[in-house]
């Protein structure tokens, strides 16, 4: 199984600022089949990167998102007041795919 | 546009058996190009992938809760469903139903709300 960890869990920012998020794999994510989530209490994830670095339909261009291997980041520029979420990530190569334990961006 | 909808009892006693449906709508669960998965956060934890299928071919479950799950879709309804048998306090947990992009390699496009489910006597 390939496990993810994210850091930081938590992290406390302003609107306008720039956040990055980590997530690392405990084996090399095969084609980079990696994806991030925001996640909003009471509704539905949303799908943000996948690929690693390819923005699904609908997301800013102030989200972005790089990496490969084991080591991957979310980096949000500029935070709307609607940016501030749970994000998490999630290897789609091998089965059983397997979620991070997501990093919670709030206000400062 | 797709929308997914959990439903089901959010009350199971423990041993029993959690019996969920999601139903789509904007979408056809017959489309041989997509999967349709379930996945589960308890409360405090990650999410956990609990299997995904097609409206062709065998699921693919996690190897973790195979022994007890149960996924099947049913064209007629446009509908997909998930069992899962012997259940315990710890399978108490938001059940989400999500879409997988085209293929079962390819993350998750679209998910329900989630439904709230308990396991208690």
């Known amino acids: 199984e390939n496990f993810l960890t994210q850091s930081p869990g938590t992290l406390s920012l302003s609107p306008g600022e720039e956040a990055t998020l980590s997530c690392r794999a405990s084996?090399?994510?095969?084609?980079?089949?990696l994806a991030w989530y925001q996640h909003k209490p009471g509704q539905a994830p949303r799908l943000l990167i996948y690929g690693a670095s390819s923005r699904a339909s609908g997301i800013p261009d102030r989200f972005s998102g790089s990496g490969s291997g084991t080591d991957f980041t979310l980096t949000i520029r500029g935070l709307e007041p609607e940016d501030f979420a749970v994000y998490f990530c999630q290897q789609y190569t091998t089965s059983p795919f397997t979620f991070g334990p997501g990093t919670k961006v709030d206000l400062k | 546009q797709v929308q997914l909808q959990e439903s089901g009892p959010g009350l199971v006693r423990p041993s029993e058996t959690l019996s969920l449906i999601c139903t789509v709508s904007g979408d056809s669960v017959s489309s041989i190009s997509f999967y349709w998965g379930w996945i589960r956060q308890p409360p405090g934890k990650g999410l956990e992938w609990i299997g995904s299928?097609?409206?062709?071919?065998?699921?693919y479950v996690n190897p973790s809760l195979k022994s007890r799950v149960s996924i099947s879709v049913d064209t007629s309804r446009n509908l997909f469903s998930l069992r899962l048998n012997s259940v315990t306090v710890a399978d108490t947990a938001l059940y989400y139903c999500a879409r997988h992009g085209r293929g079962l390699r390819r993350p998750f496009d679209y998910w329900g709300q989630g439904a709230l489910v308990t396991v208690s006597s």
């Open positions: 299928l097609s409206s062709v071919g065998s699921p």
């Open positions: 084996e090399s994510v095969g084609r980079n089949n």
